[in-house]
Structures are given as C-alpha cells and as structure tokens.
C-alpha cells in the first residue's frame, strides 16, 4: 500500500472528469500531476479553473507524449467515447487506468479490445479497471451483493431513470439522439446507444457468471417518447415533436429465460407523449427468488440548483477514482469488480474544505 499520494492525471474535463478534478485536488491521498483535454481552447488552462475551483499549478495539455512522459500512478479516463490506442499506449507506458467509459467485464463482441487491452498491461506491468455507475455498480455489482443473502434467484431487474435537462454537455445531448425526429431515431439510434448496448451486455455478463451461469443471448427494446412543447434545457433546445425521451429494455437470457433486465429511462422532461410515469427514482434494484427483495437510492439532498442528474454524475466519477488506489497496488491486467479485492476507498473521512468546490456541475 503506498505511503506516498497516487500521481493522477485526469484525461477529459466534461462534467464526470470536473467532479474527478475536485475531488483529486482535495483528497490528500492523491495529487494531481496532469490534465488531457480534447478541446482547443482549453489548452493551457488551470485545472481548477476547468473545475470551478482555484488555482491548481496544473496546466491541461492535449499532448499525449507530454501525459505519458509524466510517468503518472494512474489516468482518471473520461472522454465521451473511448479510443483504444490510447489506452493501450497508456497501459503499455507502464501507467494503470481506471475509466467509466465501460470495459467493465469481457464478452464475445468485446473480446478483441480485451485482447489489446491484456497485452498492452502485460507489456507496461500496468493494471486497468472499468467502473462506473451503470455499468459499473447498480446494476452488476450491487446485485452481486445483494445475492449472497438469497437461497434462489429467478431474476434480477434494474432499473434508471436518468433526468438530462439539466446536464451541461450538448455534446452528450447530440450523442445521446434528444431532439432527433423519433421515426429516424428509432430506425437508426445513435452511435452512443449501440455503445451502452455493448458495455450493458458487459455488466449483465458480469452479474450472469458471477451466479454461475451462461448468457445464452441478448434482446435490445427501444422506444422513445415526443416533447410536447419546445423545451429549453441547459444543454440546448428539444423542440417539440422530437426525442425528449428513452426507454430501453436490455435483456440477458439464461435457458431461455430473462434473468437479468436492466429498464432505462432517459429524459428531458416530465411531460412527454407518450409519459410512462417513471418519476424521479433514480435506481432500482428488484431480485426475484426466495425471498425477494427490493431496493432504491437516489440522493438525500437536492441539488442547489435543481440538477437531479448531477449526483449520478458525482457516483459514476467516484466508483471510479475510489478503486485508484486497489488498482495502482494490484498485479498487472484488466481487473473486473470480481479481480479486485473488496475496494476500500481511503480518504474519504475529512473535513469540507473552502476549495473543494460548490456542486453545480460547472
């Protein structure tokens, strides 16, 4: 177990690398030695200053070969889609990664990218996580928990409602389809929906082998809903009559039965046509068996400015930057939730500081 503070580089700067920033800068048990950026004119900016909060010394780079020569413990890994080169240049330059953007268990149409992503840890004696939220935790490795007290399962539902009207990112207001004409989106979904069938097929995978069982195959059930009026969200406009909602039905079959069903709401509004009446529940986890149990967690305080969505960004950054340390002190290679030890995240029991920075997703 290091004695000395991980060296961390945070490589993207939206809104999950902002959350990561401010918390590496306040955690003493890290520091932060460097930023990647993607976009130009952030380039040769603080980090706290990407951040909302002071001044930090580090300066963001969209310099690969400057990151690398950093020699840092770990890269914090958060574009919008990930590009498996750089991974493997990281891994391979000996620094491990953890990342949200999926890789959270291998599958057959996954296994070439593991392939590349097992060599280039074996090249650089590195190790690579992929967590998360969802994949990454609500919907694999929380059912995982919750199975040690049953005496049978039949099924393992989860559930998401994911309120965006409020997130800052048009890029991921474009990726995602909002405000697409529904009759297209549904011929032809974005490119980042085909991306989360992928890595959600990873995490049911995850929960199937970890009961010990094949995935026989996977269904995909995808509908949208129309905004009624124009709605003006943070990220842009939704007009009316096109994609202000989603909702996807991922299935996971063992002998010809469903027995993991992640349930996917996305939205920009309450009002939409048609409303399936989700409402604000932002997980749920539903086990069927002997006994069957059901739980919800959502965050105890709203957010300051009203941003429902916020703190499910804060969990997918944060099951992410608590596995650093388990990840930099673990043998080399990719590492699922069922590699890992049991994570115990260090650092976390210390008083609010004036610095950490106000939770209103800058």
Request: aromatic share 8%; glycine share 10%; hydrophobic share 40%.
């Amino acid at each position: 177990m290091s004695q000395t503070p991980y060296r961390v580089v945070q490589w993207a700067t939206g809104s999950i690398g902002q959350i990561a920033i401010r918390h590496i800068v306040d955690n003493p048990v890290y520091e932060l030695v460097g930023v990647y950026v993607t976009s130009p004119d952030k380039v040769g900016k603080d980090a706290g200053e990407l951040a909302g909060i002071g001044a930090t010394g580090v300066l963001a780079t969209d310099d690969i070969d400057a990151i690398v020569a950093l020699g840092a413990d770990c890269v914090m890994y958060a574009p919008l889609h990930a590009d498996v080169d750089d991974l493997c240049r990281l891994l391979a330059a000996g620094t491990n990664v953890v990342t949200p953007v999926g890789f959270v268990y291998p599958t057959p149409r996954s296994a070439a990218d593991f392939a590349r992503l097992e060599a280039a840890c074996a090249e650089g004696g590195s190790s690579f996580h992929g967590s998360g939220i969802h994949p990454g935790f609500s919907g694999d490795l929380l059912p995982l928990v919750f199975a040690r007290l049953f005496t049978r399962i039949d099924q393992v539902q989860v559930r998401e409602v994911a309120d965006f009207r409020l997130h800052p990112s048009k890029a991921m207001q474009d990726a995602l389809g909002f405000g697409r004409d529904p009759v297209d989106a549904l011929e032809s979904p974005s490119p980042l929906v085909n991306t989360m069938e992928a890595i959600f097929e990873q995490s049911m995978t995850m929960v199937v082998e970890g009961l010990g069982k094949t995935v026989d195959r996977f269904t995909m059930d995808f509908d949208v809903a129309r905004a009624k009026t124009d709605l003006h969200v943070r990220s842009g406009t939704i007009p009316a009559g096109t994609v202000g909602g989603m909702r996807f039905v991922w299935t996971a079959w063992v002998d010809e039965q469903p027995l993991v069903v992640f349930r996917t709401f996305w939205k920009m509004d309450d009002d939409l046509d048609p409303d399936w009446g989700y409402g604000s529940i932002k997980y749920s986890l539903v086990v069927d068996g002997d006994p069957s149990i059901e739980m919800n967690f959502e965050s105890v305080h709203k957010h300051p400015d009203g941003d429902e969505g916020y703190w499910g960004r804060v969990w997918t950054a944060m099951n992410t930057v608590n596995t650093i340390p388990d990840v930099c002190d673990a043998a080399p290679g990719v590492l699922t939730h069922l590699d890992l030890p049991f994570v115990r995240p260090r650092g976390l029991v210390r008083s609010r500081t004036a610095g950490f920075g106000e939770p209103t997703g800058v």
